[in-house]
């Protein structure tokens, strides 16, 4: 079955090259040259995946990812931003606001389609699965954080990625670079603080539920959870 993706695209030339790409790659795709209608269609079916530029009419593009990630139904689809907009501070924005890739144009169609299918392997590797270590689960299928049978509220998209990667390998040092690629999209050389924070609060939120030590920091290398 091909995989649906939808994309927002304000720019004629540049939403109809995207369709036929995805056309030409074997996926079921849906263009829209403006939120509105983008909105109204996500209603009635929901895609695997949505490619969203970030300079739409009638609507920001990071008001529009923000009240994605909001809703609970829709909370759960990856969303690769496709951007003029390059800057470092627009990256690390949009990615903390919990999309799964950034891409910046001009862009190349290989790499492009590389990056979906990156996303949607990722999609199916966690799906389903119930990751446990000690008191602490996460529930890929339902996409929670639970300390025992208590949900770990507030848990961003971003701190939930780095506790899949972390409790995948328990007992085996997630390097920092390894974070920052499969996470960020780039290395840690471009933004040194963005890791450490985030670390920092899901330790804070851990820790209003129980005083143990899950994620330990390997001093010049990564963090590591112990079984």
Known sequence: MRKLIYFVEDDESINTLIGA???????????????????GKLAKEKPDLIVL?????????????????????????????????????????????GASDYITKPFKL??????????????????????????LTVDTQ????????????DIT?????????????????????????????FGPETETRTLDMHIKTLREKIAKFTPDEYIETVRGVGFIVRE
């Open 21 to 39: 790409t995805l056309d030409k790659n074997g996926f079921e795709e849906h263009g829209f040259l403006e939120p509105m209608s983008f909105i």
């Open 157 to 185: 998209a971003k701190e939930y990625e780095i506790l899949c990667m972390l409790f995948e390998t328990p007992s085996i040092v997630v390097t920092r670079t390894k974070l920052f690629k499969n996470i960020w999209g």
């Open 110 to 135: 290989n790499e492009f389609i590389s990056r979906i299918n990156a996303n949607l392997r990722k999609v199916n590797m966690h799906e389903g699965k119930l990751l446990v270590i000690r008191d």
């Open 53 to 97: 530029d970030l300079m739409l009419p009638s609507i920001n593009g990071f008001d529009l990812l923000k009240m994605l990630k909001e809703k609970k139904e829709y909370e759960n689809i990856p969303i690769i931003i496709l951007s003029a907009k390059s800057e470092e501070k627009d990256i690390v924005k949009g990615l903390d606001m």
């Open 142 to 153: 339902k996409h929670l954080v639970l300390y025992k049978d208590s949900v770990i509220k």
